[in-house]
């Protein structure tokens, strides 16, 4: 059956609450007591078996004998009801159910809220929760939740993974002057998830920016999917991000990917932002939800004191809006309004003796400047002006501009006066904030949203065309040969089905078709070990390099298997590959891993001390676009080796973004087939000169 739109749960036009109770106290009294004092103007059916009135509304035995099929039910009633409640409500037509009770999956029960989940979606009905708080919708006065009040209002819609976070975020809206329209406990997710909220938000009138504290994500790739669609911003706060499943991996990408990274990597290609903390997630939700996006990179920084504009100048470098010399035009229209030490470079200081004119004057034409993509004015407050006559000020500048669609953030720092001339601010859609890096860090986020919109929906190279059934058909050989990875010479097959350059790599099995190979292949070689027993060929003496000619072959042959006996003298031994020796290049490490929440995934870094001692890595959910694997290049500390240090020529960072697109491809073709896989080292030469795959490794997945 086709499932409901949410627009009943959000929008509620009748609810009813299922265990309402007449007991003060009660979760099922708490909810009736804040629809009604909250404002809510729908139709309320209490249901109880027992009562008859709860605050003056009319109680009903159950759900079947409420007048109408209510939009939504709010069920709280003990867990062990709760599975016939929402069969009940699916008979009676009730589409959405805001199950606030406890005491299922978080507590080993998951069986009881698949049964629940399966029964509503038997009639098209759907689940938020259970163990939530509920939904506060300003918009609706729909407090259906037992949070105290419904929040400050305003333009962010947040989603809460965690109840007691969303009901501490309700209170503190009001202490920290940042609203929302709407408040969603998300709870355990059994049915309705960050995806689904995501879609209806973003098409919610009464919502212009989706903020979201997050845990953890059931399906990673829905909830990327639905953000790549959203057109409006979405910022998310994500706790929990220490290591899973890293200790157990058999690849050196699984060993160094975390949850941290790859949710961040997953955020990234979602084009969602993210908070740093929970003051971040409110300063940065409050600028995007009153804010435009800023277009371009040159932001201009007003003040009326040098302390904060050189603090304000540390934070825009450090939250990557650098800030430029204003061009000619602007500096000298700018100097006249300020006394002659003033300084109309950037960050613009007007000095102390800047009052109402000086500020509106120069608010008026900085924002409305062409060279000028957004701008953050500052204020320290002086005895000589008054902070809410400065903040009309500047709100009339921005107005009286005649421009639209540049974003605009301020800095009062100051006492009282300056807080409440804030809150005016705030109120008249202008995000003001107590410090001058807040207000650098609001605009930077308006910026990376536009950055990061740009190129979320990017197409990534089509799997068409590709061997797939060649790739799996050297895959069922290592399984029938029960081996769970595969040598090097079939990993760097099955990469080059995907046209990822790999060293040419051949198998010996006698030392004259070592020598024939080699010869083949072209003076020097490098000789490896082949044995599935044997993962680390350097550590048993497995690996002979610049190998020059016929005699040293023949020697490197006899050596290597010496070596490989005396480490393991039951090893089962292929032979030999013989490798063309790929000229010394610029190292790098690319792997995959199929992570819980996300699937194949992809890992850049550079390769040496940088992965092995700094783990200094990267990451995307695969499949990854062009820019996407660009953009990885500039997110590792060691970003500058690849631009080229020391007189080199930058190196071919549009082939190694190709290379990680195709792999990135394998991985999704081949997700049932690979569980972790590494080329290491990947060797990238200057720019148009290629690189080079030198080593490959494919681990298996398991099959049942
Ligand atoms: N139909 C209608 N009413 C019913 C039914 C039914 N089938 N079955 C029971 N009821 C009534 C009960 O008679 C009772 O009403 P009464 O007060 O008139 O007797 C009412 O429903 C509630 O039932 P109780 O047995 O009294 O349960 P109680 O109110 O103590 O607890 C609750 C129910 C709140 C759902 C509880 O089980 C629970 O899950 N609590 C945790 C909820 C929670 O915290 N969720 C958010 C987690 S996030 C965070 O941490 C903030």
Known sequence: MKLDSLDGLMKPKSVAVVGASATPGKIGYTVIQNLQKDGYKGAVYPINPNATEILGYKVYPNVTSIPEAADAAIITVPAKFCLDVVDECGRKGIKNLIIITSGFSEVGDKELEEKMVETAHKYGSRILGPNIVGICSNSEKFNGSFAPFLPLEGKSSLISQSGALLIAIDASSYIRGVGFDKLISIGNMADIDFADLVTWLDKDENTSCISMYVEGFKDGRTFIEACQKASKPIIALKSGVSAHGAAAAASHTGSLAGAAKVYGAAFQQAGVIQAADLDDLFDRSLALSLQPPMKGENLLVLTNGGGVGVLATDAAEKYGVPLKFAP???????????????????????????????????????????????????????????????????????????????????????????????????????????????????????????????????????????????????????????????????????????????????????????????????????????????????????????????AAARDAYQTILKNAKAYKANANIHGIAVQEMAPWGTEVILGSVNDPTFGPTMMFGLGGIFVEVLKDVTFRVAPVSQNQALRMFSEIRGAPILAGVRGEAPRDREALADVICRYSSMIIQLQDEISESDANPVLVYEEGKGVKVVDARIILKKKA
């Not at 078709?513 to 070990?529: C, R, S, T």
Request: contains cysteine; hydrophobic residues 40%.
């Open 328 to 550: 000619a035009d602007v500096q000298a229209e700018l100097k006249k309004h300020m006394p002659e030490f003033g300084s109309a470079k950037n960050p613009v200081d007007m000095t102390g003796m800047a009052g109402n004119e000086w500020y509106y004057a120069t608010t008026k034409f900085s924002y409305a400047h062409k060279w000028v993509d957004g701008l953050v004015v500052l204020y320290c407050e002086t005895a000589m002006t008054n902070p809410l006559e400065i903040a009309q000020s500047i709100k009339k500048a921005v107005d009286d501009s005649g421009v639209k669609g540049k974003p605009v953030t301020v800095s009062f720092v100051g006492g009282e006066r300056s807080v409440n001339a804030m809150r005016w601010l705030v109120d008249h859609g202008i995000p003001a904030y107590g410090a001058p890096d807040l207000a650098i860090n609001a605009i930077a986020a308006l910026r990376e949203f536009y950055k990061m919109k740009e190129i979320v929906n990017e197409a990534p190279i089509s799997c068409e065309g590709f061997q797939y059934e060649q790739a799996v058909e050297i895959i069922n050989k290592a399984r029938t040969e029960g081996r769970d990875s595969l040598t090097e010479i079939e990993a760097k097959q099955v990469f080059s089905i995907y046209g990822l350059p790999v060293t040419a790599t051949e198998l010996a099995k006698t030392e004259d078709e070592a020598v024939a190979l080699a010869k083949k292949i072209g003076f020097p070689v490098v000789m490896k070990i082949v044995s599935p027993d044997i993962l680390h060929k350097s550590d048993a003496g497995g690996v002979k390099v610049n190998i020059k000619d016929e």
